[in-house]
């Protein structure tokens, strides 16, 4: 016996069932994707860096905290920042 999928469309949104409109849905299923997927440590190579709370993320192999943007760890103003830093230092 085999259980079929609920949410193949809605994905992760599915909780939200009917609720609070398909757009909005859709955008939220984005940003909950982003914010609970594994990212690479800049430091040890390994894909073990989860969120913790809002901009704050952990690698689980070396235990090195991160501040990062609140649903990814890279956010498109740091790494704008990072490169005008770059860009002065020379």
Do not use: V
């Amino acid at each position: 016996i085999f259980m079929t999928k609920r949410t193949k469309k809605t994905g992760i949104t599915g909780k939200y069932g009917t609720r609070y409109g398909s757009s909005i849905r859709k955008q939220i299923k984005r940003i909950e994707i982003s914010q609970r997927k594994l990212y690479n440590c800049s430091l040890c190579g390994k894909n073990q860096i989860k969120r913790i709370s809002i901009g704050i993320w952990k690698c689980k192999k070396c235990k090195t905290t991160f501040a990062g943007g609140a649903w990814s760890l890279i956010t498109e103003s740091g790494i704008s920042c990072k490169l005008s830093l770059k860009r002065i230092r020379g």
